[in-house]
């Protein structure tokens, strides 16, 4: 079968900054394709795997909701994101980042962690080979 690469980029992106703790199964599911489908068509638009983009979009989203919510403790944003263990979420967090979710925390409200940086890198703004996608930085 034959996907609109850029519009099932859209949807696999547009899930994974609402769900980030989600596995690539479970979007499979909810998007009715496999999940080989979606490492293909996330590979060829961002050159980077799933969990890679995954990771990198958790990060962000993260980083964000600690910073805005600076009042809510790290246990409380990561259940807000979906984790049902807060080590988990400190692994996530840690393997991404190379920081604790604290440090992170820390790192974007003195402004050490700039989260403009995080999202420039240009992993979502690559170019498919139908049409070039729009700028899908995360919300705020």
């Given at each position: 079968m034959s996907y609109d690469h850029a519009a099932l980029f859209r949807e696999i992106y547009r899930y994974v900054v609402a769900?980030?703790?989600?596995?690539l199964t479970q979007l499979a599911s909810v998007l009715c394709v496999s999940a080989r489908t979606i490492q293909l068509v996330v590979s060829k638009v961002t050159g980077m795997t799933f969990r890679d983009m995954r990771s990198?979009?958790?990060l962000v989203v993260a980083a964000k909701k600690m910073n805005v919510q600076s009042i809510a403790s790290i246990k409380e944003v990561s259940r807000e994101l979906g984790f049902t263990s807060g080590r988990h979420f400190a692994r996530c967090i840690r393997d991404c980042s190379?920081?604790?979710?604290?440090?992170?925390?820390?790192?974007?409200?003195?402004?050490?962690?700039?989260?403009?940086?995080?999202?420039?890198?240009?992993?979502?703004?690559?170019?498919?080979?139908?049409?070039?996608?729009?700028?899908?930085?995360?919300?705020?």
């Open positions: 769900h980030p703790s989600h596995s990198r979009i958790l190379g920081l604790s979710p604290s440090q992170l925390r820390r790192a974007s409200q003195d402004g050490t962690l700039s989260l403009v940086d995080l999202e420039s890198h240009g992993w979502l703004l690559r170019r498919t080979e139908e049409r070039e996608l729009p700028d899908m930085r995360l919300p705020a």
